[in-house]
């Protein structure tokens, strides 16, 4: 099976900063990754993934880092927005099994 | 497209009554998924479908039913529902390997 931790349950930044929400796996044979934004009251929502064969992808303010050797995975949102302000959820899949997802981290972002 | 679409919003059931949570999805996707949320925790996976006719147990199935006679619906039946069932529940469905979620259906059992 798999698990998935996050380091944090919550992160408060200032607008403007740089958040870096991060997130651990456990099944080394994980090939994908993703992350959700969960707004209060709302289902998750897609923010980006990433598959095991590359080590960062990036969207738009948002980049996904992996680090494979460790089990580590990381998102940074670049230029934090008080709209920023949600439960980020990472999730991780091995093979043809179906997404584990971790508890979430917080994200707080103040004026 | 309305996407993935749940109903009721809300719910507070007695202990032992039933209910069908509903969820629908116009996307023609083959793959959906069930899961429920406790407060402060990730998402569990319930049930799981992979098309029509076909159904498998996620994580933590046990006082849950599904059925998946069309693409399109996925319900998910609570038998005699207990206090542990209180929980928001969310339906998804998947698009090659992105996950589409519903709005959620909060459940009480009291």
């Known amino acids: 099976g798999e698990s998935v931790g996050l380091h944090l349950p919550t992160l408060s930044v200032q607008e403007g900063d740089n958040s870096i929400i991060n997130c651990a796996y456990s099944n080394s044979a994980s090939d994908y990754f993703i992350w959700y934004k969960q707004e209060s009251g709302k289902g998750p929502q897609f923010i980006i993934d990433?598959?095991?064969?590359?080590d960062k992808r990036q969207g738009q303010r948002v980049t996904v880092l992996l680090n494979k050797t460790v089990k580590h995975l990381s998102l940074q949102i670049a230029a934090t927005q008080p709209g920023d302000s949600a439960v980020y959820f990472c999730a991780a899949r091995p093979g043809y099994s179906t997404l584990t997802f971790g508890k979430g981290t917080m994200l707080l972002v103040s004026p | 497209n309305a996407g993935v679409t749940q109903t009721p919003k809300f719910r507070i059931l007695k202990i032992g009554q039933s209910m069908t949570l509903q969820c629908t999805q116009d996307m023609n996707h083959n793959y959906m998924y069930w899961y429920r949320q406790d407060p402060g925790m990730g998402l569990k996976l319930i049930y799981y479908?992979?098309?029509?006719?076909?159904?498998d147990k996620g994580e933590v199935p046990n006082g849950y039913n599904v059925s998946r006679s069309t693409t399109e619906d996925f319900p998910l039946r609570l038998e005699l529902a207990a206090p542990s069932q209180t929980s928001v529940y969310f339906c998804?469905?998947?698009?090659?390997?992105?996950?589409?979620f519903g709005p959620g259906t909060r459940l009480t059992v009291t």
């Open positions: 998804a469905s998947q698009a090659s390997y992105e996950q589409y």
């Open positions: 479908s992979v098309g029509a006719g076909i159904t």
């Open positions: 990433i598959r095991s064969n590359m």
